[in-house]
């Protein structure tokens, strides 16, 4: 007897005919990398990344519609940013325990060397793009928030 394949399986199999589907000559595979994409870690090793991460849910619907929205913004962005979509639930151990996700869309813009935001949006792709425009800027001050670059640099949280 067959199971049906759970929702995990289907989303890695998603996520891989996504990532390997044609593409234009020179338009990017992925422009919204998923935290177990080797390609995420390999653009966060890169000095000077910035990374815009977008953690929501996939029970959502408002994240549903700010997917779409938030795939053509990380089409714009400039070469030393990288974007990520986390499901908090399916990504969770990619999070620390200590995280606490209050509304969707919740973002987090940051570097290596900090968090330059981390919390709610309106899901209004223009208020992000505004955001990550001002982060940029050298008088930008550094906020307080969980260390997601590294988390998703280096793995999963929870790994012994």
């Known amino acids: ?16 005919a996504w990532a390997t589907a044609p593409r234009a ?12 994409d080797s390609r995420l870690q390999e653009r966060l090793a890169e000095p000077g990344t910035t990374l815009v991460i977008c953690l929501c ?3 959502c619907r408002s994240c549903h519609e700010y997917r779409e929205h938030f795939e053509e913004f ?13 499901d908090i639930e399916d990504h969770a151990d990619w999070l620390n325990d200590d995280i606490d ?8 813009v940051g570097q290596a060397q900090g968090v330059a935001f981390f919390g709610t949006m309106l ?5 992000l ?11 930008w001050p550094q906020q307080k928030g969980p260390d997601l670059y590294a988390a998703l640099q280096y793995g999963p949280a929870n790994d012994p």
């Open 1 to 16: 007897m067959l199971r049906r394949p759970t929702r995990a399986i289907i989303t890695l199999l998603l996520e891989r």
């Open 25 to 36: 000559p020179g338009e990017s595979r992925l422009s919204v990398h998923l935290p177990n």
């Open 57 to 59: 849910a996939d029970w």
């Open 74 to 86: 990380a089409k714009r962005l400039p070469p030393n940013h990288v974007a990520a979509w986390l």
């Open 101 to 108: 996700i209050e509304d969707f869309p919740t973002v987090w």
């Open 123 to 127: 899901p209004h792709i223009g208020q």
């Open 129 to 139: 793009e505004r955001l990550v425009q001002r982060a940029a800027e050298p008088d």
